[in-house]
């Protein structure tokens, strides 16, 4: 049986690049939680790339001083 659930999980396992392997999420409960998982990584990832990016803006610009 297709859910939409399952659909979110599918899908969320491709844009993350996470692949389809031999261990996969069988139950709802368990395609929910990993789903979770995957969307926190995404963030975090995001997060700590505009971080490191801002620290590189941060070093290039030019120091005013009065």
């Known amino acids: 049986m297709s859910t939409r659930l399952d659909a979110l999980y599918f899908t ?3 844009v993350s ?6 261990i996969t999420a069988t ?3 368990a395609r929910v939680l990993v789903t979770l998982q995957m969307a926190f990584n995404l ?5 700590l790339v505009r971080l ?3 620290t590189l803006e941060g070093r290039r610009s030019p120091r005013h001083e009065d």
Not at 17 to 22: A, Q, R, W
Request: charge should be negative; charged fraction near 5%.
């Open 17 to 22: 690049t996470v692949g389809f392997g031999d």
């Open 43 to 47: 963030l975090f990832i995001a997060a």
């Open 27 to 29: 139950g709802q409960l």
């Open 12 to 14: 969320m396992t491709m």
């Open 52 to 54: 490191f990016q801002q």
